[in-house]
């Protein structure tokens, strides 16, 4: 059967076969190879484990399965990826959008799983919903850290992409996360410390 690639990352190459989409991890060759093939194996295995934990919680995310030692097998989401539709939309649509995300990302923090690449690049709006995508730097951390980390990556990328309407957008997400997630005074606040200490370095 033919591959058609998709995409292809510095981690892994996915590509379209019957149907689906195949994620497969590439050798990095500057590794050695018995370490190269068990890191390969358990970010395959764990990329699984979070998008299934993530879907049982609340989150929008592909159905996936584990065919390999270093491939994934998942729905493709055929939706607009958010990256490219947010700046179009009306003020009233971008808000919407901005509260979906904004319940995404409590609902992964409520479940302690920090995605780790949250950018509106990550993210396909179908049907009304708001899919979150690759979760390949993501973990399972309980630690407030971690979770403002999350978040500032996000806000990061929401200055960068979306840069006229990040203000309205980052209010309409931050005050959702806030109603929806109750450690999330914890979190932003961490979170200002981390933006005092990049602001400083």
Do not use: C
């Not at 994620?23 to 500057?30: F, H, I, P």
């Not at 957008?169 to 961490?190: C, D, F, G, H, L």
């Amino acid at each position: 059967m033919k591959k058609e690639v998709v995409k292809r990352g510095a981690e892994a190459v996915i590509y379209r076969e019957g149907g689906s989409l195949v994620k497969e991890r590439v050798k990095k060759s500057y590794r050695l190879p018995e370490l190269d093939e068990e890191i390969r194996r358990l970010r395959t295995k764990s990329e699984t484990r979070l998008l299934e934990r993530a879907r049982r919680n609340g989150v929008l995310t592909p159905d996936a399965e584990l065919t390999g030692k270093y491939t994934i097998r998942m729905e493709e989401v055929k939706g607009k990826r958010l990256k490219d539709a947010l700046n179009t939309m009306d003020g009233r649509k971008q808000a919407a959008v901005a509260r979906r995300i904004g319940e995404a990302v409590a609902a992964l923090h409520s479940a302690d799983i920090v995605h780790g690449d949250l950018t509106t690049s990550n993210m396909i709006l179908k049907d009304n919903g708001l899919y979150l995508i690759d979760f390949g730097l993501g973990k399972v951390s309980h630690k407030v850290e971690d979770k403002a980390t999350d978040l500032f990556l996000l806000w990061e990328a929401i200055i960068s992409t979306h840069y006229e309407i990040s203000g309205p957008i980052w209010k309409n997400i931050i005050n959702t996360y806030m109603q929806k997630y109750s450690t999330a005074p914890e979190v932003m606040a961490r979170l200002e410390k981390i933006g005092q200490r990049r602001r400083y370095k």
